[in-house]
């Protein structure tokens, strides 16, 4: 009987110290995949994403808040893997277009078809990667928020005007 809640004091423990923490969350309307799997609006306008996430979007933006300060605005058809070693967070494209905002202290890395992509910090600008084959554009500059379409004073309009992404209100459906 002993060594039977041992393991199961250690099962649990190793459950706990393997359990993925959060790198950030993401906010949309609607159409974003998180590992495949639709993400039920409804329920929750924000969701997090871990180490090992993919994230896609499908005909709506997203905003990704990471720890950090760092947001990366997610065009429509867009798709990334977050990755974490050793506690320095990155962003590996698979497509489309992100929008960055980097804070000076950050660590955050951005790569794109396994090819680790030159950003200073703090950097405000695009990373695109129009097809998998090619090689990703980097263009600094001010960035071009995503506009996020929500009804006003839902639980998604607070959390897309905490993200910092551009809002377009509209009325409820009647």
């Given at each position: 009987?002993?060594?039977?809640?041992?393991?199961?004091?250690?099962?649990?423990?190793?459950?706990?110290?393997?359990?993925?923490?959060?790198?950030?969350?993401?906010?949309?309307?609607?159409?974003?995949?998180?590992?495949?799997?639709?993400?039920?609006?409804?329920?929750?306008?924000?969701?997090?994403?871990?180490?090992?996430?993919?994230?896609?979007?499908?005909?709506?933006?997203?905003?990704?808040?990471?720890?950090?300060?760092?947001?990366?605005?997610?065009?429509?058809?867009?798709?990334?893997?977050?990755?974490?070693?050793?506690?320095?967070?990155?962003?590996?494209?698979?497509?489309?277009?992100?929008?960055?905002?980097?804070?000076?202290?950050?660590?955050?890395?951005?790569?794109?078809?396994?090819?680790?992509?030159?950003?200073?910090?703090?950097?405000?600008?695009?990373?695109?990667?129009?097809?998998?084959?090619?090689?990703?554009?980097?263009?600094?500059?001010?960035?071009?928020?995503?506009?996020?379409?929500?009804?006003a004073g839902?639980?998604?309009?607070?959390?897309?005007?905490?993200?910092?992404?551009?809002?377009?209100?509209?009325?409820?459906?009647r």
């Amino acid at each position: 009987m002993y060594l039977i809640k041992l393991f199961a004091v250690l099962g649990l423990a190793c459950s706990l110290a393997c359990a993925t923490q959060p790198l950030g969350k993401i906010t949309t309307t609607e159409g974003v995949l998180i590992n495949g799997e639709g993400v039920p609006q409804k329920t929750a306008p924000t969701w997090p994403v871990a180490a090992n996430d993919e994230v896609a979007t499908t005909t709506n933006p997203a905003v990704l808040m990471l720890l950090k300060n760092d947001r990366a605005y997610m065009d429509a058809k867009t798709s990334l893997q977050m990755e974490d070693t050793g506690g320095i967070p990155s962003l590996h494209l698979a497509l489309g277009r992100i929008c960055l905002k980097v804070a000076k202290e950050s660590v955050l890395q951005i790569f794109a078809l396994g090819e680790q992509l030159s950003i200073a910090h703090p950097f405000e600008g695009s990373v695109t990667l129009s097809t998998p084959h090619e090689k990703a554009t980097v263009t600094a500059g001010r960035c071009r928020f995503p506009v996020i379409p929500v009804v006003a004073g839902t639980a998604a309009a607070a959390a897309a005007a905490a993200a910092g992404a551009a809002i377009v209100t509209a009325s409820p459906a009647r």
